[in-house]
């Protein structure tokens, strides 16, 4: 990675990140039959991390601790450039491995469908 560059803002990064998408959907309205075989790229690049962590960061789920016992507050607490770097390196390694979502189905209320229930405890998958 390269440690020289400045580091992102959220407004940087959001422009980049529109810029890129305006000029995808203008590519991809001009020719229909056209194929976008390197989007790994942008999934790995900071701009797109740093997006990707802020819209994460604004769900209400983003207050307990995923599967992994870490909270966003403590990622952030911990770290927000360094954790960011370590997945953009685990990503263009091929080595990043997301941990498995502990879930179980339970009925609906008033009918015989079923909804998924995602734990939020890794120990105990409740």
């Known amino acids: 990675m390269n440690t020289d560059a400045p580091p992102l803002t959220s ?3 959001e422009r980049r990140v529109r810029e890129i998408q305006t000029k995808l959907h203008r ?3 001009d020719d229909s039959d056209r194929q976008f075989r390197d989007l790994f790229n942008l999934v790995c690049d900071p701009a797109f991390l740093l997006i990707a962590w802020e819209r994460v960061r604004e769900n209400r789920g983003a207050r307990s601790a995923g599967v ?3 909270s966003a507050y403590y990622i952030e607490r911990q770290g927000l450039g360094e954790f960011l770097a370590e997945v953009r390196e685990d990503l263009k390694a091929q080595q990043f491995r997301p941990l498995p979502v502990r879930e179980r189905m339970i009925p609906k209320v008033g009918g015989k469908k079923l909804r998924r229930l995602v734990s939020r405890d890794p120990v105990h998958g409740t």
Do not use: E, Q, S
Request: glycine content about 22%.
């Open 11 to 13: 407004f940087g990064a």
């Open 68 to 70: 992994d016992g870490k």
């Open 27 to 29: 590519w991809a309205t």
